[in-house]
């Protein structure tokens, strides 16, 4: 097996892993740590899959979990930013879950 096979495996079971987390309520998808860990395990099996090529499907699919992971860091970061600068309305603290941090 080649370098790059293991490193996709590594991926894939960071992925379950993920998905386990979510399902079993041990993380949010509204906190950061869900996209950080997409956005981390998508790298890695994209990695892989260049390094491999000719894997098309997936390399499609793991940029564009790529994109909207990071996507919904920015927003959260903006939102908490908001939250911070005492900017936020109360449709910003519910829909980023930042309540807490307003006060």
Do not use: N
């Not at 950080?36 to 940029?63: C, D, F, Y």
């Not at 990071?70 to 603290?93: F, N, P, Q, Y």
């Amino acid at each position: 097996m080649l370098f790059f096979e293991y490193v996709q495996i590594a991926a894939a079971l960071m992925m379950i892993t993920t998905f386990a987390l979510l399902s079993t309520g041990t993380i949010h998808p509204r906190k950061s740590v869900y996209p950080v860990l997409l956005l981390t395990e998508s790298s890695v099996m994209l990695a892989g899959s260049l390094a491999l090529g000719k894997q098309t499907g997936i390399i499609l699919l793991e940029t564009a979990w790529i994109v909207i992971a990071a996507a919904s860091l920015v927003r959260r970061r903006l939102e908490l930013a908001k939250v911070r600068s005492g900017r936020a309305t109360d449709s910003t603290t519910t829909a980023c879950g930042c309540a807490r941090a307003a006060h």
